[in-house]
């Protein structure tokens, strides 16, 4: 096992005026001291990978597998991974720095909030942070000795009317079998402040609904209430996730992920 934990459960014993039996009162989760191992998931390395690069494009595959990973150099990011011969991935990775605002963030039937110095969507919308410009990516690729294919990507992105921005650089590791390691580093300039979020955005292939993670669930969690959350591993599909509030805002989400799939 990766991590180890001492679930206690409080239940009632009999029925009460206030609760069936076998009511749960409290619960406490303590960790327990265990062997931390390197991988998550074991990484097969049993393929032959094969790179293909054109001035438009990479493509690495691995045929045993009915592995697929093409990259559009001129946009920078991935278009399609296969695995099994069936579509995994279809957009993405993307650089990403918005969200949809919430009411927190300014109020948005309110025009004059969407320009309030005093208000994020005010502050958010004057740096130009809702529309971003990228320069035409870096793409590297390296075959090694091991048979892994790395793909390098470095991206410029300047905010809306201005020349302040980030720099993205993403790798690929390929290995032989058809996993995909990937390392993100984001650089940001000085004078970009106060962002919505950083992090990624990717399109997965319609009908890949069902889900599993290791984390705090299963209801959603935040990182300002997440005591109420227990660490475990649950299982969900990809629809349970959200959550009709009146006002459309963040839903769904969970805090401590280990990994998901």
């Given at each position: 096992g990766q991590e180890a934990y001492l679930f206690l459960t409080f239940t009632t014993v009999r029925n009460l005026p206030w609760a069936a039996a076998g009511h749960q009162v409290a619960w406490?989760?303590?960790?327990?001291?265990?062997?931390?191992?390197?991988?998550?998931?074991?990484?097969?390395?049993?393929g032959q990978l094969s790179l293909?690069?054109?001035?438009?494009?990479?493509t690495v595959t691995d045929p045993g597998h009915g592995f697929k990973f093409t990259m559009d150099k001129k946009e920078g990011r991935i278009t399609e991974i296969m695995y099994n011969n069936r579509p995994v991935i279809t957009a993405g990775p993307r650089f990403n720095i918005w969200r949809a605002p919430l009411d927190n963030d300014g109020v948005k039937g309110k025009e004059e909030q969407w320009r309030a110095h005093w208000k994020p969507l005010g502050r958010w919308m004057a740096a130009g942070y809702d529309?971003?410009?990228c320069q035409e990516p870096?793409?590297?690729?390296?075959?090694?000795?091991?048979?892994?294919?790395?793909?390098?990507?470095?991206?410029?992105?300047?905010?809306?009317?201005?020349?302040?921005?980030?720099t993205h650089r993403h790798l690929y590791k390929i290995y032989p079998g058809g996993a995909v390691e990937m390392d993100?580093?984001?650089?940001?300039?000085?004078?970009?402040?106060?962002l919505p979020r950083i992090g990624l955005r990717?399109?997965?292939?319609?009908?890949?609904?069902?889900?599993?993670?290791?984390g705090r669930g299963p209801q959603e969690n935040y990182p300002d209430r997440k005591a109420g959350s227990r660490l475990?591993?649950?299982?969900?599909?990809?629809?349970?996730?959200?959550?009709?509030?009146?006002?459309?805002?963040?839903?769904?989400?969970?805090?401590?992920?280990?990994?998901?799939?």
């Open positions: 406490e989760q303590f960790l327990v001291a265990s062997r931390q191992t390197a991988e998550i998931f074991p990484v097969e390395k049993d293909d690069e054109s001035a438009d494009a990479v529309q971003l410009t870096e793409v590297r690729t390296v075959e090694r000795k091991t048979g892994r294919i790395d793909v390098t990507v470095v991206q410029r992105f300047t905010c809306r009317g201005r020349k302040t921005g980030f993100n580093t984001f650089k940001i300039d000085e004078g970009a402040k106060d990717m399109t997965v292939a319609p009908g890949l609904e069902q889900l599993a993670w290791l475990g591993r649950f299982e969900s599909t990809v629809d349970e996730q959200y959550v009709p509030y009146v006002v459309p805002q963040e839903n769904g989400h969970k805090e401590d992920v280990r990994w998901v799939f």
